[in-house]
């Protein structure tokens, strides 16, 4: 999700790299664990896990995610001047090695273009970091352009097992004729893509249920992950998952307190959880949080929708859709 601005938990200075004071290991990379990874590997060990499947997690060319954290630095449109401080800025070492620190056993690099002619190079490095991290889901992503449909083909060839789309920033409209051919090899490959489509943290020309639901009506195969809950227009979204069987949500930021601020979700809806407990996704959005990691899954606790829900959530969803073995 990007947004507003803020300070980090340190006195790293915006885009370059380094986390707070002594950075985010004790230690430092290799070495050390994060102060917060025990309240991590608690939660998922008190459920019986062999650990978490997370499948909203960024990794990116480092000048490209620098970029976003300068955004995110900025007082941008997106939050109406939210503070965004990041937690886990560092570098890309640590972040693996924090993230790994928390049991996170299969992750993604969601990465994502906001003009033309940039999908293809960050899919090409996107090849390399799935190469070089074996736990990382080999991830790529499209935008509307001459050439999608062949470089779609070419990424799923090279086996990308997870597609990012980002509406929002990319400000384009995933039913755009462009992409047809695109969800179509999506659909048949059987490979979700994570798609940021909900209106939140501020609407985009073509954000919202609607767009995204002519998508699905011609691709009712599509796997798609509506990343963030669909936030805020939740219940759209979950009317799309209980209409379109391999439609899924990602729990990425929504029920946390950072986001019950801005968007809260409906206590009314809260039993269509519990019916789609096979097909909520933990994400996290790491390390782009303005908050503990942990927080998420504590949100995701105190939902009060029981320890099976929980398991399904954060490791069997996941796993099953992957085909992840502990
Ligand atoms: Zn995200």
Same mark, same amino acid.
């Given at each position: 999700?990007?947004?507003?601005?803020?300070?980090?938990?340190?006195?790293? $200075?915006?885009? =370059?790299? $380094?986390?707070?004071?002594?950075?985010?290991?004790?230690?430092?990379?290799?070495?050390? @664990?994060?102060?917060?990874?025990?309240?991590?590997?608690?939660?998922?060990?008190?459920?019986?896990?062999?650990?978490?499947?997370?499948?909203?997690?960024?990794?990116?060319?480092?000048?490209?995610?620098?970029?976003?954290?300068?955004?995110?630095?900025?007082?941008?449109?997106?939050?109406?001047?939210?503070?965004?401080?990041?937690?886990?800025?560092? =570098?890309?070492?640590?972040?693996?090695?924090?993230?790994?620190?928390?049991?996170?056993?299969?992750?993604?690099?969601?990465?994502? *273009?906001?003009?033309?002619?940039?999908?293809?190079?960050?899919?090409?490095?996107?090849?390399?970091?799935?190469?070089?991290? *074996?736990?990382?889901?080999?991830?790529?992503?499209?935008?509307?352009?001459?050439?999608?449909?062949?470089?779609?083909?070419?990424?799923?060839?090279?086996?990308?097992?997870?597609?990012?789309?980002?509406?929002?920033?990319?400000?384009?409209?995933?039913?755009?004729?462009?992409?047809?051919?695109?969800?179509?090899?999506?659909?048949?490959?059987?490979?979700? @893509?994570?798609?940021?489509?909900?209106?939140?943290?501020?609407?985009?020309?073509?954000?919202?249920?609607?767009?995204?639901?002519?998508?699905?009506?011609?691709?009712?195969?599509?796997?798609?992950?509506?990343?963030?809950?669909?936030?805020?227009?939740?219940?759209?979204?979950?009317?799309?998952?209980?209409?379109?069987?391999?439609?899924?949500?990602?729990? $990425?930021?929504?029920?946390?307190?950072?986001?019950?601020?801005?968007?809260?979700?409906?206590?009314?809806?809260?039993?269509?959880?519990?019916?789609?407990?096979?097909?909520?996704?933990?994400?996290? =959005?790491? *390390?782009?949080?303005?908050?503990?990691?942990?927080?998420?899954?504590?949100?995701?606790?105190?939902?009060?929708?029981?320890?099976?829900?929980?398991?399904?959530?954060?490791?069997?969803?996941?796993?099953?859709?992957?085909?992840?073995?502990?």
């Amino acid at each position: 999700m990007p947004g507003g601005s803020g300070r980090q938990t340190g006195d790293g $200075t915006p885009g =370059d790299g $380094t986390a707070g004071v002594g950075g985010l290991l004790a230690g430092g990379p290799g070495d050390g @664990v994060p102060a917060d990874a025990a309240d991590v590997t608690r939660f998922w060990r008190r459920l019986g896990l062999p650990g978490l499947v997370d499948v909203h997690t960024h990794f990116m060319p480092d000048r490209v995610l620098r970029k976003v954290w300068d955004y995110f630095d900025g007082l941008g449109p997106l939050t109406g001047g939210v503070e965004w401080p990041i937690t886990y800025r560092a =570098d890309e070492d640590e972040r693996l090695a924090v993230i790994r620190a928390f049991g996170v056993r299969a992750f993604t690099a969601m990465l994502y *273009p906001h003009k033309p002619g940039m999908a293809e190079w960050l899919n090409s490095w996107a090849v390399g970091f799935a190469r070089r991290t *074996p736990d990382c889901l080999h991830t790529a992503t499209l935008f509307p352009e001459p050439g999608v449909e062949r470089y779609v083909g070419e990424a799923l060839d090279a086996g990308a097992r997870v597609f990012k789309a980002h509406v929002q920033v990319g400000a384009y409209d995933p039913g755009d004729p462009l992409l047809d051919p695109a969800w179509g090899a999506l659909a048949e490959a059987g490979v979700p @893509v994570v798609m940021h489509c909900g209106s939140g943290p501020s609407p985009g020309k073509h954000t919202g249920p609607g767009p995204i639901a002519h998508v699905l009506a011609r691709h009712p195969r599509l796997r798609l992950v509506v990343a963030h809950m669909g936030m805020p227009e939740y219940e759209d979204f979950l009317d799309l998952a209980e209409r379109y069987e391999e439609v899924r949500l990602d729990t $990425t930021m929504a029920f946390t307190d950072f986001a019950e601020r801005l968007a809260p979700f409906p206590d009314r809806a809260r039993d269509r959880l519990a019916g789609l407990g096979d097909r909520v996704l933990l994400g996290s =959005d790491f *390390p782009n949080i303005p908050y503990p990691y942990a927080h998420q899954l504590h949100a995701l606790e105190r939902l009060g929708l029981g320890d099976a829900w929980l398991r399904a959530v954060c490791w069997e969803n996941g796993a099953r859709l992957f085909a992840i073995d502990p």
